[in-house]
């Protein structure tokens, strides 16, 4: 079992920036990742990042936000700048292990305008 706790989330005016952290329990954890959830839209991928540091973005976050990845600390971090309203969501992370996904309980972040 893999347990997930999100933190850095709150409320930041456009144009501000924002880091949320993941740590993770357990050992041989693989890709983990960020997703976030807007009220009444599907959950959608904003960054990935592999135990060797590969990542990937959604499209509406590239060249804002910056994954990074501690594997000491089986922490990630969500390095979010350039905050628009349309960032508004909460923000989840998971972790893949043995080809099983673990979630977080999400944090909310606000961008007010």
């Known amino acids: 079992q893999v347990q997930l706790v999100e933190s850095g989330g709150g409320l930041v005016q456009a144009g501000g920036s924002l880091r949320l952290s993941c740590a993770a329990s357990?050992?041989?954890?693989?890709?983990m990742s960020w997703y976030r959830q807007a009220p009444g839209k599907q959950r959608e991928l904003v960054a990935s990042i592999t135990r060797d540091g590969t990542n990937g973005y959604g499209d509406s976050v590239k060249d804002r936000f910056t994954i990074s990845r501690d594997n000491a600390k089986n922490t990630i971090y969500l390095q979010m700048s350039s905050l628009k309203p349309d960032d508004t969501a909460v923000y989840y992370c998971r972790a893949q292990r043995f080809y099983v996904n673990y979630w977080g309980q999400g944090t909310q972040v606000t961008v007010s305008s």
């Open positions: 357990g050992n041989f954890i693989n890709i």
